[in-house]
């Protein structure tokens, strides 16, 4: 089993041997000299600001809730921050925004929940998280919560950047259209300040290198700094960006890193959400690819981040994964197909059309079929279910054979039942298992039946209506039309 976050790891364990040349996929420059490997005994707490309200979202739900790749954007950092940083984590919510701090819970159990009663700037929203600072760490990393793309390497860089002496690391970017952003004012390689537009000269405005808003600093001097921080500019707020013109004044050095936009791509508006699923969806697709999964329209195919994926797997046009999906080598999905929470044994061959529902497991070689959909349910090695089937609460055993139009009747309106197919048994097409019910090993069911009662090993059942033939019956009505006549009677 190859999975991407394992891809990944093996990615950032390359990045820490290439050390003081800052690789970071884009061709960026590191301006850390260098960079030692980073040692696991530094404590590290991360502080993830996720109070904004996201207005520009025009949405019911805060900001924070919104999806890209079958998870929250929250979800999506805080499983950085978990891979970068450890447990240790402060969100930073809104009030009344209890819904973050349960998403913030689920990820990342250990974290604490802060909220920051008024919005009054990122370096306020910091400070509301002053209790978690104050417990002490060596590295304080500084995230935001609508930056979903945000790599655990790049995090890890950020910390060992802080392990060769900085006060504060940030993280810089150069967007095509630096509007907005705080510009990094650099002497030589030092960083002197950051500029928000707002404040910013016209020399300044044309500077190319941006912040992309996270910090990392180093925990002995975060407090002493951030409580410096007044608000006495245009807007009247607490600016984060300020911190390193205040670690200079103290003697303390603040430092750069540079890094690829996707990096520190925010979200604020629906339009940046779709951008940023393109982003990512690209990024999973070139995990998968270099995992050994053969796309044959990467762009057609729809990840999530936790799709796992083995070797030699090929997956056609068209196929949506959900969260939860596991498929073993050599498996095929086909085109069209859907796939939430399951997970495809080696060699199985699914699709196309397939949906295939939470609770799917499929076993080795198994093949489902064009609109056949399978829900919570276990389908065991070399078993077929190859056509126009649904497949919900149950079991199918290794070999079974399911025919074209089998359904499997799990709910009489009040609860949900099981169906037990035994090894081997085939179901002849177009039948109702009426559930709970179990058809033995080996066993045969007729086509058409509405099973209601077990069947026994290697029996056959059959509950249908009986076949009667009437000889000669088509021929006397074409005879009795031909004369102008009535229909004769049946019998
Ligand atoms: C910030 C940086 C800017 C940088 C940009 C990158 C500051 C002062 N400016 O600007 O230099 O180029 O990010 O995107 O840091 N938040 C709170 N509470 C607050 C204010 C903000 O939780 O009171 C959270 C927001 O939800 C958001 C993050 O902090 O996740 C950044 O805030 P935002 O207002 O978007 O900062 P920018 O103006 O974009
Ligand atoms: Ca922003």
Redesign the pocket.
Known sequence: MVAFWAAESRAAFRLFRRGALGYDGAGGQNRVSEVPSLTPARSCLAIV??????TRMRSAHP??LHAVAGRSLLAHVLEAVRQACGSRGAV???PGADAVGVEAKRVLPEADIFV?A????????VL?ARNAIARGADDVLIV????PMIRPQTLTRMREALATGAAIVVLGFRPKDPT????LVLQGNELVA?R??LEASAAERALDL?????MAFAGPTALAILERIGNANREG??????AIAIARAMGLKAVVLETEEDD?R?I?TRAQLAETETALQQRLRKAAMDAGVTLVAPETVFLAADTKFGRDVVVEPFVVFGEGVTVEDNAVIRSFSHLDRTHVGKGARVGPYARLRPGTRLGEDVHVGNFVEVKEALIEAGAKANHLSYIGDATVGAGANVGAGTITCNYDGVAKHRTEIGKNAFIGSNSALVAPVKIGEGAYIGSGSVITHDVPADALAVARGRQTVKEGWAGRLRSLKAAGKKKPAAE
């Open positions: 600001l996720a109070a904004g309200e996201g900001k924070v930073v919510i809104g920051q008024e919005r009054r700037g990122t370096a306020h929203a509301a935001f919560g609508d930056t907005g952003y705080g510009r950051i928000e537009e941006c912040n992309g808003g996270l707020e607490y600016y984060l960006t300020d520190v925010g604020n």
